[in-house]
């Protein structure tokens, strides 16, 4: 046989290239990626030096702007991008609100839904680790969104964290991520700052990376737990951004929470551990024929979350569960399908969530489908086609398998199709009422068209006995048919030819009558609400009651036959139908106007989606206006009265309006809508909503001005002036001015803004007693701020401006002649000004701050940039009541150089709050902090933050010296950016005493021989009310220049000679403090320190070197021979012990004198000796009165008086007499105010009693 020994060779040479070949487009295939931005390259800004040749594009503010360098230092290369106000020249930021954007646009490849972004940063910024303050941002975005400068990103698009408090190093973040494949996106990065601190530096970022890449397939190979990697057949768990497919014949068991997932296939069984509460499908989720996924463990129900689209051939379990679980959510950013030919256990979803965010639908492909728990609309269109979706299993409340289920209702809705829901035996629906569009969600069928507008059907039972299934069909359109239809004598010319057909497709439930409401939101113009609901050729039973000019169109007292007989229609009389804009253009011409006629005071005007129309000449008039959404009213001059006569005239704003220019005049509200744009540069808006007449008014339970912002954007005031003429004539309680919504962020709303409460002239009454000009700035998240507020005279009957929540300003408050401000709190970012004539009542705080809006509860302030004023010629209180004080409370946090300057005499019964800033005053325009009654604290005082000028503080009666230095003594005063604080702690008698502090850095005053020299600075705390009520002082000065041989000086006058007195003062670091109080008789007020010459010795004060003493006798109460003394623990060195130190029996005191300012350089050692006995002396009936004493003291015991002697606090004897009587009368009136020590001794016993002299 021939061996072919070369063909063998060739043919295994043959072989092992295949399998390389094999095993390449293997590896090939498996490890595939696509480098969207390359860390070396464009993403580290190396291609070149501007951001354009990087491919990156920059949304900047006028100052801060996004610039490409090495300013910062970069991550690697030779470039990165980062954050500036000078153009790129330095990495600082300014102090300014901006929002600004970089951003580059790439193509995710299709089939790599896996992306990995890092980058490097460095950031410095503003708060802490929650703050949303001045910080970076990551987000990705759907290619079609254009980041605007000023206009943050909303947060469901941001990827990472706050970037901020890191600066110094470059830090690296690292984000793994699934997107939808074969789409385009924009990689934004966004810099965020507001107008309070700047924490520099801003952001930079460097070696910016985004790679995409296929997902990896997994398929299960034994029957396990998800994150177990032998359940895999690649011996790995799946990422979020892989797929997997569930093999037949295993169960794969999701066992730890918020699993995820790209495309997903159950061919086999996937279930739910306990642990597990939501498993998300990114991708596509698909349940094969004898699939089943099972979304429970036991009898607790579990959430699954699909992000595209959802089929099932096979059997889905979301059966189980409360409605807090088993929640299935639709959550795509693209159009998403449900469909398939399996079955879902009892045909039966839990819990339901659509929050599609695309804006195409949701194809639904189940029918008679029912959600037994919550059916949530977030967000989304649901296309049901001809099929039935039910909410509700049965007619009970709760959850279970006979309840009604619950809508909860956000936006989105059906735009096809039928749903029924389930109604309880006795419930009713929502209550329909005359002109009042409803929007609970009982009762609600929630119908849209494709483009997402209103088209919602009402149902309301009127004394309904059984429950059961109410089914409407909505059929869409975009037309309208002719019509004349008569209904009792209205004629219809015009009838939408959209229509809701009901039904009762199960359970007939039973009701006395039934109401129904139509809402078809711009299916046509109509000027009122007289819409009416009609069959498609002929009218309808019941009656009509009265709609919106959305338009709504209601009707009552149908029979359930008449309800369900045949779809239902809307329609409109001409007569009732807007002159409407068919063009944009100038308001005065009659072409651009459906009737061919400028409108007049009798036509409700509206002006159509599309279309803009100008104002800019005088004497344009309309009795009520709506600006569609899409539309737009520009005012740029001339003027535009909507509501000649009355004042219950409505501007309905759902599209845009701004005025730049000229006047718009409202006989009654201005209303904005969700999605639409409120923006004033200029000119006047006068909203007068008050007639005096209840009639003509705007009507109990409407604003005046009524704010919903869609996102910060949607407010703008920047110029101009907005007045509300009038307070709301309702007896009841309503605001003037509201802001409602749950947009993120800050409106926008500037110093050159002007809101002005009343006109100058109107005093028209307000009918609420309590409320008067009531405004609420505070949203469901965040708040309306105000520009400039003026709150205009002349007096009237509930006229006064109150707030429901306190209300920052931007700039200036100004209150004129005849008018009040009732707010209890403001937050003032500019100047205050009270004008003769006028009332600032402020009953819990006065702020001079830059205030912002956090949450819906809370505001966060920063140091006002301002030069900041208060100006008073007119009546500040603290109580609208028998006042007290000027204010309660004051804060000041002002960080410009100026600070804040009181121009008027101000009083504090509260708290003075110095965070940051200089407080400059006068003797004129004295700052007060205290009362007769309440003595006032203080709160901080450092050296940015100070009285420029001179304190004064109220001391009630009956106060003691205590040798407390703190909030309730303190003086926070400095002079032109020195802080000198100075502290009084008087002992007061008979009544309240008032003394003012202040601090100087020029010195003129003298200095005797025995001092060196006398400091620059010096301190007045001179009393200028209840003078006679001073006992004694201690007093404290600090000044960092004091030194170890520093002493407290004393002057008579302010110009006089500065020298050392008694008591004697300590010095410590940067502080002197007397050592016990200055008596009445000697406190003159001026002080200073300088440095004293000794010469010589001072000898140690005498006496006897064991003393016995009382209980609660202190170091004060030992006999001591000399001037000044100072009690130490130890005979050299030590620390100065405190008159109060309560003296130890066999411990030993050391007592040093002070002569001239000079202290002994030896001490006296009084050892504490045997703690006398009181309970005898006690047993002697001895009594001493009255006490404090001005003349006489009367001494009466029951037994024989030997002798009394008495002390000063220096441990002097000042007085001592032999008695020899029961009764004795001790004549004080020679001695100075202030504390003595009486030792009485009776037989053997002695006693020690404190005296004050007045």
Not at 824 to 829: A, D, E, I, Q
């Amino acid at each position: 046989m021939e061996k072919n020994y070369f063909g063998s060779i060739t043919q295994r040479v043959k072989t092992k290239l295949f399998l390389k070949f094999l095993l390449l487009l293997i590896s090939t295939s498996t490890f595939s990626q696509t480098t969207l931005i390359s860390p070396t390259a464009d993403g580290g800004f190396e291609n070149g030096n501007t951001l354009a040749s990087n491919g990156w594009t920059a949304v900047n503010a006028s100052v801060d702007s996004w610039n490409v360098g090495n300013v910062p230092g970069v991550g690697a290369g030779t470039r990165c991008a980062f954050v500036s106000s000078t153009g790129g020249t330095t990495w600082q930021y300014s102090q300014t609100s901006s929002v600004i954007h970089l951003y580059k646009e790439i193509a995710v490849p299709a089939n790599e839904p896996k992306i990995a972004i890092s980058f490097r940063w460095k950031v410095g910024g503003e708060g802490t680790a929650a703050n949303d303050w001045d910080n970076m941002k990551a987000f990705l975005v759907p290619s079609s969104y254009n980041p605007v400068s000023g206009v943050p990103i909303p947060p469901n698009y941001q990827i990472g964290t706050l970037y901020k408090l890191s600066s110094t190093n470059w830090s690296t973040a690292n984000i793994s991520m699934a997107v939808v494949p074969g789409m385009s996106y924009r990689l934004v990065f966004s810099w965020k700052s507001d107008i309070l601190d700047v924490v520099n530096p801003p952001a930079a970022i460097d070696q910016v990376s985004m790679i995409s890449n296929p997902p990896r397939n997994f398929t299960s190979v034994a029957s396990g737990n998800w994150n177990l990697a032998a359940t895999w057949d690649i011996n790995a768990v799946p990422t979020n951004a892989d797929n997997a497919i569930i093999s037949t014949g295993t169960t794969v068991t999701l066992n730890t929470n918020n699993l995820a997932i790209n495309d997903l296939t159950v061919n086999g069984t996937l279930n739910y551990a306990t642990a597990a509460a939501t498993f998300a499908v990114k991708g596509n989720l698909l349940v094969n024929t004898g699939g089943n996924l099972d979304a429970f463990a036991g009898t607790t129900g579990k959430s699954l979350v699909v992000s595209r689209n959802f089929t099932n051939n096979g059997n889905v379990d979301l059966s189980k569960g409360t409605a807090v679980n088993n929640i299935l959510t639709f959550d795509g950013s693209i159009p998403q399908t449900v469909g398939g030919t399996g079955t879902f256990t009892n045909n039966l979803i839990r819990n339901l969530t659509i929050n599609n965010s695309s804006s195409g639908i949701i194809t639904w492909n189940f029918n008679d489908l029912r959600v037994g728990g919550n059916l949530t609309f977030t967000k989304g269109k649901v296309a049901l086609g001809n099929n039935t979706l039910t909410l509700g299993t049965g007619v009970a409340a709760g959850t279970g398998n006979n309840a009604i289920g619950a809508l909860i209702y956000t936006s989105g809705g059906f735009i096809s199709g039928t749903f029924s829901r389930w109604w309880a035996n006795t419930a009713t629906g929502t209550a329909l009422t005359s002109g009042n569009l409803p929007t609970a969600a009982l009762g609600r069928y929630p119908f849209i068209n494709s483009a997402g507008i209103n088209r919602a059907a009402y149902v309301q039972r009127v004394t309904p006995t059984v429950g059961g299934q109410i089914a409407c069909k909505y059929v869409d359109a975009s037309t309208t048919s002719v019509s004349t239809i008569s209904d009792a004598g209205y004629v219809l010319d015009s009838r939408y030819d959209g229509n809701w057909a009901f039904s009762t497709p199960g359970t007939v439930p039973t009701s006395a009558t039934y109401n129904v409401a139509l809402i078809g939101q711009n299916a046509y113009l109509t000027s009122n609400g007289n819409n009416r609901i009609v069959r498609e050729t002929a009218p309808i039973e019941g009656t009509h009651l009265n709609g919106t000019n959305l338009p709504l169109a209601q009707r009552t007292g149908l029979t359930l036959v008449q309800l369900t007989q045949a779809p239902l229609y809307m329609g409109i009389a001409f007569a009732d139908t807007p002159n409407s804009s068919i063009a944009s253009g100038n308001w005065n011409n009659a072409a651009i106007w459906s009737k061919g006629n400028v409108p007049n005071c009798t036509e409700i005007v509206s002006i159509a989606p599309n279309h803009t129309i100008s104002v800019n000449a005088a004497g344009n008039v309309c009795k009520g206006l709506t600006i569609s959404l899409g539309g737009k009213l520009s005012v740029s001059g001339g003027d535009l009265i909507v509501g000649c006569t009355d004042n219950n005239n409505s501007l309905n704003v759902l599209g845009v309006l701004e005025v730049t220019a000229g006047t718009l005049n409202v006989n009654g509200n201005i209303a904005t809508s969700f999605g639409s744009v409120f923006s004033q540069s200029g000119g006047n808006i006068n909203v007068d909503g008050n007639s005096g007449n209840t009639a003509t008014s705007v009507p109990n339970g409407t604003r005046i001005i009524n704010i919903i912002p869609e996102e910060p954007e949607s407010l703008n005031w920047t110029g101009g002036m907005l007045t509300i003429v009038d307070p709301h004539a309702s007896t009841i309680a309503n605001d003037v001015l509201r802001i409602d919504g749950t947009f993120d962020g800050s409106v926008n709303v500037t110093s050159d803004h002007t809101i002005r409460f009343g006109d100058g002239v109107s005093t028209q009454s307000g009918g609420n007693a309590t409320n008067g000009f009531r405004v609420n700035c505070w949203a469901t998240i965040t708040g309306l701020p105000f520009g400039n507020v003026i709150v205009e005279g002349p007096e009237g009957t509930n006229r006064y401006l109150t707030s429901t929540y306190p209300v920052p300003v931007n700039g200036n408050l100004t209150i004129n002649n005849g008018a009040e401000c009732r707010i209890s709190t403001v937050y003032l970012n500019g100047n205050v000004t009270v004008n003769s004539g006028g009332i600032l009542t402020s009953t819990t705080g006065f702020f001079f701050a830059n205030a912002r809006f956090v949450n819906e509860s809370t505001v966060a302030f920063g140091p006002s940039l301002n030069l900041q004023q208060l100006n008073n010629n007119g009546i500040i209180r603290n109580l609208a009541v028998s006042p007290t004080a000027n204010f309660t409370n004051m804060v000041f946090n002002n960080g410009s150089s100026a600070g804040v300057t009181v121009n008027a005499p101000i009083s504090l019964s509260g708290t003075l709050t110095l965070t940051e800033g200089k407080i400059n005053t006068s003797n004129t325009n004295l700052l007060t902090v205290g009362t007769a009654t309440a003595a006032g604290d203080i709160a901080g005082g450092s050296a940015t933050a100070y009285i420029n000028g001179p304190l004064a503080r109220t001391f009630g009666s009956g106060r003691t010296a205590a040798g407390t230095y703190s909030n309730v003594t303190i003086y926070p005063v400095g002079k032109d950016g020195s802080y000198l604080p100075l502290y009084v702690d008087p002992s007061t008698s008979g009544g309240a005493l008032q003394i003012k502090g202040e601090a100087f850095t020029v010195n003129s005053g003298t200095f005797p021989s025995n001092v060196s020299s006398l400091s620059n600075n010096r301190w007045e705390a001179v009393l200028i009310a209840g003078n006679a009520n001073l006992v004694n002082a201690n007093v404290r000065i600090t000044d960092a220049s004091i030194a170890a041989n520093s002493k407290m000086l004393k002057s008579a006058t302010a110009n006089g000679e500065y020298a050392v007195f008694s008591p004697v003062s300590i010095v410590s670091a940067g502080t002197l403090t007397t050592y016990y109080p200055i008596m009445a008789s000697d406190y003159t007020g001026y002080f200073s320190h300088g440095q004293i010459i000794c010469t010589g010795t001072v000898a140690a004060p005498t006496g006897t070197p064991v003393q016995d003493f009382l209980t609660g006798q202190t170091v004060a109460n030992f006999i001591v021979n000399g001037s000044d003394i100072i009690w130490y623990d130890a005979e050299t060195g030590g620390n100065i012990l405190s008159l109060s130190t309560l003296l130890v029996s066999g411990v030993t005191y050391y007592a040093s004198q002070t002569i001239n300012g000079c202290e002994s350089s030896t001490r006296l050692s009084v050892t504490a000796g045997i703690l006398l006995g009181i309970d005898d002396f006690d047993t002697i009936d001895f009594k001493y009165y009255p006490n404090p004493v001005s003349n006489t003291l009367n001494l009466v015991a029951s037994e024989t008086i030997n002798s009394v002697e008495i002390y000063n606090l220096l441990g002097q004897r000042v007085f001592s007499k032999k008695v020899g009587t029961m009764q004795e009368q001790l004549d004080f009136s020679q001695l100075p105010k202030g504390t003595y020590i009486l030792k009485a001794t009776i037989g053997s016993l002695m006693k020690n009693v404190k005296i004050v002299k007045n």
